[in-house]
């Protein structure tokens, strides 16, 4: 039988990362965090990561920089950052998104500490 746990997290006790991100329900193999009211602002460095990101977009618009390509994202959009990918975003309005990694981006600070900047 397969791993039977059940959670539930409750984002107002959520832990919060370096970058900003708020964790939520996290398995095995995939994990969730929210990026909420994210304030306008110039991309950060380019970086890529060991893992795979998907997102949605709830409000605002930002500019995600993809292995040289810029897509426009705006409410309702969702996308994919592929493990390895060069990328960083540009927050355009004031966003908020959810996102799923895989394998889990955790709590216990994988996002900043295996990411790699790179220069752009």
Do not use: C
């Not at 039977?4 to 708020?22: A, C, E, I, N, R």
């Amino acid at each position: 039988m397969g791993d039977t746990s059940v959670k539930k997290v409750d984002s107002h006790h959520s832990p919060t990362g370096q970058m900003g991100q708020k964790y939520l329900a996290e398995g095995v193999r995939v994990a969730m965090r929210l990026w909420e009211n994210e304030a306008p602002a110039e991309a950060k460095p380019v970086s890529t990561r060991d893992y795979e990101t998907v997102g949605y977009v709830i409000k605002g618009r930002a500019e995600l920089h993809l292995e040289g390509q810029v897509l426009l994202l705006n409410p309702g959009d969702s996308w994919l950052v592929p493990k390895g990918a060069s990328h960083t975003y540009k927050i355009l309005e004031t966003f908020t998104a959810v996102e799923a990694t895989s394998p889990p981006a955790s709590v216990h600070g994988r996002d900043e500490k295996t990411g790699k900047s790179v220069k752009a």
